[in-house]
């Protein structure tokens, strides 16, 4: 399997240092040299990894990093200058897998990008992150199915791309309470049954009947598609 790396890096000299090197290495490589073409980048190729570097113009790497992060776990590697100690902690709260200070040998980088990859990639068998019919862009905040854009509060938009990112598997509903508001919203686990009877009514509205979200009896939700052995 070939691996996707999408590079972000506002200086020139680095960033074509880092493709030839990662080219060299057998990556496909994408690049971005701000923040909002890496937002653009991102969705629109879904890079096995990203690194990022923190000081971006347009939205600096946290801003990314933040909105990356609320969608999906891709896995994301910070390039931080020297003294940036305090962005650093913060990029690892923020979710970032790993960081590289400033200057650092792309020898160095690149094994922390093979066992980022080892470790989010880990053996196990992938579960096809696309259901066919259903398109997330994540950077409009737009879910369509069957080419018809479904009308979704930010809420709903949350929960259905993160069960899309995940077919088949199942989200209890405090796991889909933390995955979309990253925090512990006790005693509100049911308003989750809520928002996931308005999406089955917005998914059905859209005139598909093959994929649906399924109610886990005890246990939570998952999204599948009929007739997928995979889901
Ligand atoms: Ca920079």
Do not use: C, W
């Amino acid at each position: 399997m070939i691996n996707t790396l999408l590079i972000v890096e506002d200086e020139v000299q680095i960033r074509n240092m880092l493709v030839k090197h990662f080219e060299a290495e057998g990556f496909r490589v994408l690049t971005a040299s701000d923040g909002q073409e890496a937002l653009e980048s991102f969705t629109r190729f879904g890079p096995n990894l990203v690194i990022l570097d923190i000081m971006l113009p347009l939205l600096s790497g946290m801003e990314v990093l933040k909105k990356i992060r609320s969608l999906d776990n891709t896995p994301v590697i910070m390039l931080t200058a020297r003294g940036e100690e305090i962005d650093k902690l913060l990029g690892l709260e923020l979710g970032a897998d790993d960081y590289m200070s400033k200057p650092f040998s792309p020898r160095e980088l690149t094994a922390r990008v093979r066992a980022v990859l080892r470790r989010s990639q880990g053996g196990e068998e992938r579960i096809p992150s696309m259901i066919r019919g259903l398109k997330v862009d994540l950077l409009r905040q737009e879910i369509s199915l069957n080419n018809e854009v479904l009308n979704l509060t930010t809420t709903e938009f949350k929960i259905l791309a993160l069960l899309s990112e995940h077919p088949g598997q199942v989200f209890s509903r405090l796991q889909i309470l933390e995955r979309i508001y990253g925090d512990i919203y006790e005693g509100y686990e049911r308003t989750i049954d809520t928002h996931i009877n308005n999406l089955r009514r917005k998914m059905e509205a859209a005139g598909d009947q093959e994929i649906k979200i399924k109610t886990v009896y005890g246990t939570g939700y998952k999204l599948l598609e009929e007739g997928n052995s995979h889901a």
